[in-house]
């Protein structure tokens, strides 16, 4: 192999096995392990670090990945240099390094044969079937072969878009796309007649925290009654399984989306009591890529030259990629056995500001220097750091290690309705009354009028 490559002129490697040290490889040094990085991007002005270690774990490569940007250097990633030898890669096929690698979360174990169980073969029905947890939903549903996957959704091009891609990936499955508003409880109840679903989904939700303060009257309408409808309609249609897709906001919701999702979540709760349907809900924090991600706003304020704004220096969130959400949600499908409240394992928090220094470093800029960060302050509804568990619910294993149960809580039927009767009736009101008329139900912690 040329020590020059593509006008690269290779310096040596960084490798943590210290029988190696001073050795040589190709007739270049290595030259330390991972600890040495920054010392030799100073000694030999490296502009550019290539890491190509594919076997190691992912919790590794984002430990090693964070001492390389910390460098101010370059950082791209190859499967391996001895594929390269091969001739079965070359430098071309080098990639950036992808906020997903920063995370250092492995890939999640699913039992195949235990989701087979509940979708091959059965009529599926995802709702925000085109937005980013729904359409992946019917990417990762479609292999298991259902009968029929229903694919629901307000906007017509976002439902247009999944249906294309799936229809090119999965010629054989049977795909019915489906506008419909989760609002429209007549619309919603002629969807369950006409194709009976044995499994839904629930994704569609409005999601955005400040919007959402507001418009409360939206996320009612969208968040509470929407699920009621479709969950409503699940029990009388005879559904065996029936998913939502929740959130950490749902915890000591600080939001109206955060209250309007654990209400959601009451709500099927106290269903499972007498339904025969099994309702259960998922609740896992912030994705990446998805509509309304940090992630997107930053890459954009990056490449218009800055400055980058986050909200508070000491703000936190849980992160995982879409896939992986999805991939639990759906095994959590498969242990469900009624009324759980789901928790995803989301590893550990991420530092927003962290994230933000990490994305312009990744770009090839410095932070403070190149690109500017600034403080916009905490926006209404927000929280500094989100939660996964009320003190009350605890926390139980499930024979899956990435996925948590919480303690079910016991809810009034009764009592669930008067509350839902009293929001109905606020519906189009001041967004104070219709905030107060959620307080009611969900105290919201230090709320924001």
Do not use: W
Not at 205 to 214: D, R, Y
Not at 279 to 304: C, Y
Not at 419 to 437: M, N, Q, T, Y
Request: proline share 5%.
């Amino acid at each position: 192999m040329s020590p020059n490559v593509n006008d690269r002129k290779l310096v040596g490697f960084i490798d943590d096995d210290p029988q190696k040290h001073f050795l040589t490889a190709y007739n270049l040094p290595i030259l330390g392990d991972r600890h040495a990085i920054e010392s030799v991007v100073i000694s030999h002005q490296i502009k550019e670090i290539i890491i190509a270690i594919p076997s190691a774990p992912k919790t590794v490569i984002s430990e090693i990945i964070n001492l390389c940007i910390s460098t101010g250097a370059k950082v791209k990633m190859i499967p391996g240099i001895r594929d390269m030898v091969n001739g079965k890669i070359s430098f071309s096929t080098m990639r950036d390094v992808d906020v997903e690698d920063l995370l250092g979360r492995d890939p999640v174990k699913t039992d195949l044969v235990g989701i087979a169980e509940y979708v091959e073969d059965k009529v599926v029905l995802v709702t925000g079937a085109g937005g980013s947890i729904g359409s992946e939903l019917c990417r990762q549903i479609s292999p298991f072969r259902p009968s029929r996957l229903l694919l629901l959704g307000h906007g017509e091009n976002s439902i247009y878009n999944i249906e294309m891609e799936l229809k090119r990936n999965f010629p054989h499955l049977h795909i019915e796309p489906i506008i419909a508003d989760v609002q429209d409880r007549a619309r919603i109840d002629y969807v369950f007649d006409l194709y009976r679903p044995q499994v839904v989904f629930h994704a569609a939700a409005h999601k955005h925290v400040p919007l959402m303060e507001k418009n409360p009257s939206e996320a009612v309408k969208n968040n509470v009654f929407g699920t009621q409808n479709v969950a409503d309609s699940a029990d009388k249609y005879g559904v065996d399984r029936f998913v939502l897709i929740s959130s950490d906001k749902a915890v000591n919701p600080t939001s109206v989306m955060g209250a309007t999702k654990r209400i959601a979540e009451m709500y099927v709760q106290s269903l499972n009591v007498h339904s025969k349907t099994k309702f259960a809900s998922v609740r896992f924090g912030n994705v990446l890529g998805s509509r309304g991600s940090v992630i997107p706003l930053f890459k954009k304020q990056i490449s218009a030259g800055g400055p980058v704004t986050v909200t508070h220096p000491d703000m936190v969130r849980y992160f995982m990629t879409i896939p992986e959400a999805v991939q639990l949600v759906i095994q959590a499908g498969a242990l469900s056995k009624g009324g759980e409240i789901f928790i995803l394992d989301m590893g550990e928090p991420v530092r927003i500001l962290k994230l933000a220094e990490d994305l312009i470093r990744l770009s090839g800029y410095e932070p403070y220097v190149d690109i500017d960060i600034e403080f916009s302050g905490i926006r209404d509804g927000e929280k500094l750091y989100e939660e996964l568990l009320t003190a009350e619910e605890g926390a139980t294993k499930t024979q899956h290690e990435r996925i948590y149960i919480g303690k079910p809580s016991i809810i009034s039927q009764k009592e669930l309705d008067l509350e839902f009767s009293r929001l109905e009736r606020v519906i189009g009101e001041e967004p104070k009354v219709v905030k107060d008329a959620i307080e009611s139900l969900v105290p919201i912690l230090e709320f924001v009028s």
